[in-house]
């Protein structure tokens, strides 16, 4: 099994030619899910005693598996936060896997870890932090919010009074779900402020203020978010950072989304105040085109998450020795075991520069005006609020939510589009609307008014 054979040859020229057809295709076909016993009656049984031989796995995979999987750099594929990693990231993500690097420690992986922070010290710089802060990749958003949160609990239970309490949180009701679930895994509890709006300092002082004696003793941090999954809204990180100071609060900006954004000289004065933040999550795999999975968290003061994350263990002890001496990205975050996940990024960044990436982030900021314009044009559908970073919100006048859910999978199902309904708060009730989000700088706009057009 672990010996090359010609079996084996013949597989590496198969999948490298499965690889550069993949890559090279103009054309992508956007996939549609199908139910497990329909894949199985497909392909039967593949895990057995003996084998089915690499030829016959990979002609299912082709013929069958990989069909029923939704393309996420596809150019119709507006739902949720799509994809669109660059052929170059995509390629090396492959000599990534090849490369078979561990990227916890510099011991094993120094040349990884160089490329990685070489990549890191270029979204830092967007950023406008002071000298000194720095990151790590991580799997993505949630890992990214869950390393940052241990790391401002753990900061905040090194004074004695605070160690018995649980802790509590404040974002709002548009920060990402991640925020909750992180908040689970680590047992402290979320206040969420009632607006899906942009969350003002004022909101958050007003917040702060109605606390009770013991709920404000647990408040240990606030997460404001740099561009809403949802709406693409970007809270008021500047008031709230000034409160955040003078509270002596730890102040988490989630921009998992909207961080590419910051490359945009564009919209970059949107997130003033973000350089105030003593943490910050991005995920790279979003917008800025690296493939899945690459988030990162990024923090103010580094050797206060290496407090909190650095591991200990016999077996370890060799890596923090005098002749393994350098960057460990493990020390900074959750995870012991990771791959250099931001190895494919620095390829991509090293190769096409950065003034590439702008251009392509702000293509996505365009194709939202466009969007909005061609919305406003059309008398079948209206906006529902103004587009916000690469995010529109719009309604087909008339339609009940069943009605968008039917739209959504007939689309799909005929493989043209898949762009998905979403919640709007209106008054005390929420509206079911519909939403693009883009990323993919292929989108052009007959792909948004072919889309519109199908809600006719």
């Not at 003996?50 to 029923?68: D, P, Q, R, S, Y």
């Not at 300092?201 to 240990?220: E, P, V």
């Amino acid at each position: 099994m672990h010996k090359i054979d010609i079996e084996l040859v013949n597989m590496t020229l198969d999948v490298m030619k499965y690889t550069i057809d993949r890559i090279s295709a103009t054309e992508p076909k956007i996939g549609i899910p199908r139910k497990a016993e329909d894949l199985k009656a497909l392909v039967g049984e593949t895990v057995t005693p003996k084998g089915i031989g690499g030829e016959v796995a990979f002609n299912l995979w082709k013929e069958h598996l990989m069909k029923a999987n939704v393309s996420i750099d596809h150019p119709r594929h507006l739902a949720f936060v799509p994809a669109s990693p660059t052929r170059a990231a995509i390629m090396f993500d492959l000599v990534t896997s090849a490369s078979s690097i561990h990227g916890a420690y510099w011991m094993e992986g120094a040349g990884g870890i160089f490329c990685e922070n070489e990549a890191m010290k270029w979204i830092v710089s967007l950023t406008g932090l002071p000298e000194g802060a720095f990151g790590v990749f991580t799997s993505g958003g949630t890992a990214a919010n869950l390393s940052a949160m241990v790391t401002a609990r753990e900061y905040w239970r090194e004074n004695d009074i605070f160690k018995g309490e649980k802790g509590l949180i404040i974002a709002s009701i548009g920060a990402h779900s991640s925020i909750k679930a992180m908040a689970k895994v680590i047992d402290v509890d979320v206040l969420l402020v009632d607006t899906e709006d942009r969350l003002l300092g004022s909101n958050l002082q007003a917040t702060i203020n109605n606390l009770t004696a013991h709920q404000r003793k647990r408040l240990f941090a606030v997460v404001a978010t740099g561009g809403t999954t949802n709406a693409g809204i970007i809270d008021d990180l500047a008031g709230i950072a000034v409160i955040c100071e003078k509270e002596q609060l730890w102040f988490h900006v989630d921009a998992a989304y909207g961080g590419g954004a910051l490359a945009a000289d564009s919209v970059r004065h949107l997130f003033n105040g973000i350089e105030k933040a003593d943490s910050i999550t991005i995920d790279p795999h979003k917008w800025m085109f690296s493939p899945y999975d690459c988030g990162a968290v990024i923090y103010k003061i580094p050797e206060l998450a290496k407090k909190a994350h650095s591991q200990q263990g016999s077996y370890l002890d060799i890596f923090k020795d005098e002749g393994a001496h350098g960057f460990n990205p493990t020390d900074y975050q959750i995870q012991l075991t990771r791959r250099v996940r931001g190895l494919p990024l620095w390829f991509s960044l090293a190769m096409h520069g950065t003034d590439r990436y702008k251009e392509a982030v702000e293509r996505g900021l365009e194709l939202a005006q466009i969007a909005g314009r061609l919305i406003q044009e059309k008398p079948h559908v209206e906006l529902v609020r103004n587009p916000s970073l690469s995010c529109v919100l719009y309604r087909r006048i008339g339609w009940k939510p069943e009605d968008y859910t039917h739209w959504t999978y007939e689309n799909h199902r005929k493989g043209f589009a898949l762009v998905t309904p979403t919640k709007w708060k209106k008054g005390d009730t929420f509206e079911t609307v519909s939403r693009f989000c883009f990323i993919n700088p292929d989108t052009t706009e007959k792909d948004i008014e072919m889309i519109l057009d199908s809600m006719l």
